[in-house]
């Protein structure tokens, strides 16, 4: 079969200004979700590790464990002030903000269909009418179809009580049809909620039981399980995965 050919990516101030955003957005990211920018479309691996590099010698960018031999990367003080950010988006993340903010890159940078993490800034701007004190941190939105804005919700238990999970999203749709901007949007189909677990047992067990909720309104509920978030959560309750 014919290969793709990959080329290297000169370091400019448009690439680091992608990769700086890029981190602003979802607080920690790993090469592969680097190389899926726009950006840096077609590059090598190897091209996208160096951009990095070249950030980190800025100081612009740092690199933390993430588990076992593998490490993440976020902004520094002088990144942040680039993006002009400031407070707790800053620096290496705690085992539980590492979890959530790895659920979403995989969720939305790292899976077949793209998605696109919506901050507060981005939904005041461009979605006014949602925009209120208090919102969730966990917005993005969906290209494909009529283009969907959804809530994700990471459950990061891998032995959580499932039955609390779909209360859970009882809560958040009670809580959207509250709101009118928000029950126009479902009204229209154009809104989601999707919970994304670790273990694809687990999700088949909180799909069966979201299949039975009443009617919803028309939000579509979807549950996702990302098994690459298993190490992350292993290594921060100190258990060893096993893969046999």
Same mark, same amino acid.
């Given at each position: 079969? +014919?290969?793709?050919? @990959?080329?290297? $990516? +000169?370091?400019?101030?448009e690439? =680091?200004?992608?990769?700086?955003?890029?981190?602003?957005?979802?607080?920690?990211? %790993?090469?592969?979700?680097v190389?899926?920018?726009?950006?840096f479309?077609?590059?090598?691996?190897?091209? %996208?590790?160096?951009?990095?590099?070249v950030?980190? @010698?800025?100081?612009?960018v740092d690199?933390?464990?993430?588990?076992?031999?593998?490490?993440?990367?976020h902004l520094?003080e002088?990144?942040?002030?680039?993006?002009?950010?400031?407070?707790?988006?800053?620096?290496?993340?705690?085992?539980?903000a /590492? $979890?959530?903010?790895?659920?979403?890159?995989h969720f939305?940078?790292?899976?077949d269909? +793209?998605?696109?993490?919506?901050?507060?800034?981005?939904?005041?701007?461009?979605?006014?009418?949602?925009?209120?004190?208090?919102?969730?941190?966990?917005?993005?939105?969906?290209? &494909?179809?009529?283009?969907?804005?959804?809530? #994700?919700? %990471?459950?990061?238990? @891998?032995?959580?009580?499932?039955?609390r %999970?779909?209360?859970?999203?009882?809560?958040?749709?009670?809580?959207?049809?509250?709101?009118l901007?928000?029950?126009?949007?479902?009204?229209?189909?154009?809104?989601?909620?999707?919970?994304?677990?670790?273990l694809p047992q /687990?999700?088949?067990? $909180?799909?069966?039981?979201? #299949?039975?909720m009443?009617?919803?309104?028309?939000?579509?509920?979807?549950?996702?399980?990302?098994?690459?978030?298993?190490?992350? =959560? #292993?290594s #921060?309750?100190?258990k &060893?995965?096993r893969?046999?």
């Open positions: 079969m +014919p290969t793709l050919t @990959q080329h290297k $990516i +000169p370091i400019t101030d690439t =680091i200004d992608a990769l700086l955003s890029h981190l602003a957005r979802y607080r920690l990211t %790993v090469s592969t979700a190389a899926k920018l726009p950006q479309s077609g590059c090598d691996i190897r091209s %996208v590790k160096q951009v990095l590099r950030c980190r @010698q800025r100081s612009l690199s933390a464990p993430l588990h076992s031999q593998q490490r993440y990367w520094t002088l990144g942040a002030e680039h993006c002009g950010l400031t407070g707790d988006r800053i620096g290496p993340l705690s085992e539980t /590492k $979890i959530r903010a790895l659920a979403l890159l939305c940078c790292l899976s269909r +793209p998605r696109h993490r919506l901050t507060a800034a981005d939904i005041a701007r461009n979605f006014p009418d949602l925009h209120r004190p208090g919102l969730p941190t966990g917005y993005y939105f969906d290209p &494909e179809a009529t283009g969907r804005i959804g809530l #994700a919700r %990471v459950d990061a238990g @891998q032995h959580g009580r499932w039955d %999970v779909v209360q859970s999203v009882r809560d958040d749709l009670s809580d959207h049809l509250r709101h901007a928000f029950r126009r949007l479902i009204q229209a189909g154009r809104f989601e909620i999707t919970l994304v677990t670790v /687990k999700a088949d067990r $909180i799909r069966d039981a979201v #299949a039975q009443p009617d919803a309104g028309g939000t579509r509920i979807q549950v996702v399980s990302i098994p690459e978030l298993l190490p992350l =959560i #292993a #921060a309750s100190g &060893e995965v893969t046999g």
